[in-house]
């Protein structure tokens, strides 16, 4: 029980940082984990032992949290019909190429089966990939370091892609960064593009859905 | 009050994450459970059978509370820390390089067709 008391407390912690220092690196899930990484690291805990004090609670809203992404998809919906093809488009393309690049990157140095499924769902929002990870046969703890690095990549070097190959579009900005780089990238968008993000956290939610209904059934060609 | 209505609207979006799940094992699917409750619950708002009212406080704290639900999950990175410092580069590079090519596609694709659809709004 101590450890869900303190979870809750260093989670809020974290949030007030993020508030007071908006940044991809300052989010509350990463600095939160990194936190409890050294934790552990120090006082010789294992992760198997924090999970099962009390940690394992938390998951169980983890489900329930994903059927609720349907409320903003759902009040959302006018922006979701409107731009439909190209969000959907956008996601699938973006769905097979990271499959693709997964697969062949992957193979060529090297890294086993599981390893290359855990890469796979790096373009979905967290509490996504992490299901789909464990569906795929992936190693869910590995995936969400991945997602985060796909998230920090995007908000970053997002705005130069996009400005190197002209694209001014809303539709564009929001579709782009809510697929390749999920919750982190559609922040970087909220600070002055509102209406991109509003898309790309459209694109977010349905990349995470194309994804999940996709991927399980492809990836038994690649691996 | 407050607090109990959002308790309840989580609830019952749990037995829905639940009803996904078994949607998912009896037609065998490969889909998570969660992701096939999500769809359920897309299709009762839109098809009016549940109001949207009846979850929405609820499933919106459930949404801005994700980050700590994902913090038991996230964690687990320490079993792995040889595996990165061995396999590190390599990875990150990976990751980087798909990220970057996955956002440059979609971002590209979907922008020009935003603009034919204008010319063509245009056009008549």
């Known amino acids: 029980m101590g450890w869900i008391v303190i979870t809750v407390f260093v989670y809020f912690l ?3 940082i993020n508030e007071k220092a908006s940044s991809p690196f300052t989010l509350p899930v990463l600095t939160t984990t990194a936190f409890f990484v050294v934790l552990f690291s120090l006082t010789g805990t294992s992760h198997k ?3 099962g004090s009390g940690a394992k609670w938390l998951s169980l809203f983890l489900n329930a949290s994903i059927v609720a992404l349907a409320i903003p998809l759902y ?3 006018r922006l979701l019909k409107t731009h439909f093809f190209s969000i959907l488009l956008g996601s699938c393309l973006g769905i097979l190429l990271t499959v ?14 599981s390893i290359i499924a855990s890469i796979i769902p790096q373009l979905t929002t967290m509490p996504i990939a992490l299901a789909l990870s464990g569906k795929i046969e992936g190693i869910p703890a590995i995936t969400a370091a991945f997602v985060v690095i796909a998230g920090i990549t995007g908000a970053i070097a997002g705005p130069i892609i996009m400005r190197i190959l002209r694209v001014k579009s809303t539709i564009g900005r929001g ?5 390749a780089s999920h919750i982190i990238g559609v922040s970087q968008l909220l600070k002055n593009e509102k ?4 898309i790309g956290s459209v694109t977010m939610i349905a990349t995470g859905i194309t994804a999940s209904f996709i991927i399980p059934y492809i990836i038994g060609y690649f691996l | 009050m407050k607090w109990m209505v959002m308790a309840l609207q989580a609830g019952v979006l749990y037995v829905i994450s639940l009803v996904g799940n078994q949607i998912a094992d009896w037609l065998n699917l490969s889909i998570p459970g969660s992701l096939i409750g999500m769809i359920l619950l897309f299709i009762l708002l839109t098809t009016g059978i549940l109001p949207s009212k009846w979850v929405e406080m609820g499933a919106l704290k459930l949404v801005a509370f994700m980050p700590l639900f994902l913090i038991p999950a996230t964690t687990g990175v320490i079993d792995y820390g040889a595996f990165f410092l061995q396999e590190g580069i390599g990875l990150v590079v990976v990751i980087i390089g798909s990220t970057l090519m996955t956002l440059a596609v979609s971002a590209f694709v979907s922008d020009r067709l935003a603009r034919k659809e204008e010319q063509q709004w ?3």
């Open chain 1, 14 to 16: 974290a949030v007030k």
């Open chain 1, 49 to 51: 032992e924090y999970v």
């Open chain 1, 75 to 77: 009040n959302q919906r």
């Open chain 1, 100 to 113: 693709l690049i997964a697969v062949l990157a992957g193979k060529s140095i090297g890294l086993s089966n």
């Open chain 1, 175 to 179: 579709v782009g960064m809510g697929c």
């Open chain 1, 195 to 198: 209406e991109a993000a509003a």
């Open chain 2, 122 to 124: 245009d056009g008549s």
